[in-house]
């Protein structure tokens, strides 16, 4: 994995909000919250938190005697998640979720939507998760399931991947969706010490109302960008519009129909 596929920078962390979020984590945000929202007091810590789409969810679900502590590595993601919310009992914190720097067994459960996939080291992340959880507690995240079975992301993987034939970017197929096994993930968590995993496959369905939204997100508010950018940077906003036109020739016009499915995972320290 090289370092432009972890970078959150510069215009992305806005483009990210406004167009990613709606489209793709909002939803699976609500979903994430929901499973925990059974947590009355205590602590919460969620690792890679970009934005704050699901520090939101949680906040808005759970009690406000329950501390969420939001961790990100990237600043900008984080500092863009402050501004759009302020809590007292929300704190955010740039950390790495592979080295995190927490105390053993100081948190009720650790929450992580769409993270670990850039992880590097995801045992080195799983294990630190179960390092921090209280006896009891449990780690939830999800991941995507595979490209194939998430139509719109798969559509704009295939046709940039299409205008640079001699070197296609594969940002999407190398990292978001190349973590879909459910027996490694199984496999891999209970390699770091979980013993009790739960995976659920959770499809969503949400309707942008026009193919250039997805286009700008999925083109200039993820790493894909700087993928476009390295090897035509003069191109970017002719490659987001011929997106955005494969788009509308799937789905027409009016509504492009973004049907989604993502793994849930649960473990149980």
Known sequence: MGATDTAFAGSIPAIY????????????????????KDISEGRVLET?????????????ALPPQVEI????????????????????NVTWRQADAQRLPFE??????????FGVMFFP?????YREALRVLKPG??????????????????????????????????????????????????????????E?????????VIRASTSRDPAIGLCQGTPL??????RASERLEEITDRVADALTARFGSSLVENRMSALSVTAWR
Do not use: H
Request: charged content about 30%; overall charge negative; hydrophobic content about 45%.
């Open 17 to 36: 909000e406004r167009y990613m979020g709606p489209l793709l984590f909002e939803p699976y945000a609500e979903d994430m919250a929901a499973r925990l």
């Open 104 to 113: 053993d067994t100081s948190f009720d459960a650790v929450a992580c939507q």
């Open 121 to 125: 080291d995801k045992l080195a992340g």
């Open 48 to 60: 890679a938190a970009g934005t704050g789409i699901v520090t939101r969810a949680l906040a808005k």
């Open 69 to 88: 502590v939001a961790t990100d590595l990237n600043q900008a993601m984080l500092d863009l998640a402050a501004e759009r919310l302020q809590a007292a």
């Open 196 to 204: 009790n995993v739960e995976i659920e496959v959770v499809e969503k």
């Open 225 to 230: 960008r700087a993928e476009i950018e390295a």
């Open 137 to 194: 507690g449990r780690f939830l995240f999800s991941v995507w399931d595979t490209l194939d079975r998430n139509e719109v992301s798969r559509i704009v993987s295939d046709t940039v991947g299409s205008l640079f034939p001699d070197d296609p970017p594969r940002f999407y197929e190398r990292v978001p969706f190349a973590y879909s096994d459910p027996d490694r993930i199984r496999g891999e968590v209970q390699q770091a010490g979980f």
